[in-house]
Nanobody, 124 residues
Framework: QVQLVESGGGLVQAGDSLRLACAASGRTFSNYNMGWFRQAPEKEREFVAAITWTGERTYYADSVKGRFTISRDNAKNTVYLQMNSLNPEDTAVYYC?????????????????WGQGTQVTVSS
């Protein structure tokens, strides 16, 4: 089990961009699928994006396709989420997660390690 710490959140205006980063500890980072989830007030945690441990396959929620890009740098033990064309509906706490169940890569049940989250607020 790895330890994860998110950074890069903040307050932006609609149409702006942010890049989130998730730093992982441990030597086994490269063996995990990595995902980003978000949770808005009074809503369930929802899938945003994921990337396999090889970095060859990515997955995106329909709501962010074409706007968000997930990537990873295994040498730096870091996964990123580039968020463009942000809108107020993207406002949430964003969580980084690590998992090892490929067929559950787009669900919270596919992950066993979570960061504490970073707040993203988009004003109109």
């Amino acid at each position: 089990q790895v330890q994860l710490v998110e950074s890069g959140g903040g307050l932006v205006q609609a149409g702006d961009s942010l890049r989130l980063a998730c730093a992982a500890s441990g030597r086994t980072f490269s063996n995990y699928n990595m995902g980003w989830f978000r949770q808005a007030p009074e809503k369930e945690r929802e899938f945003v994006a994921a990337i396999t441990w090889t970095g060859e396959r990515t997955y995106y929620a329909d709501s962010v396709k074409g706007r968000f890009t997930i990537s990873r740098d295994n040498a730096k033990n870091t996964v990123y989420l580039q968020m463009n064309s942000l809108n107020p509906e993207d406002t949430a706490v964003y969580y980084c997660a690590a998992g090892s169940v490929l067929y559950l890569i787009t669900t919270p049940q596919g992950y066993n390690a979570w960061g504490q989250g970073t707040q993203v607020t988009v004003s109109s």
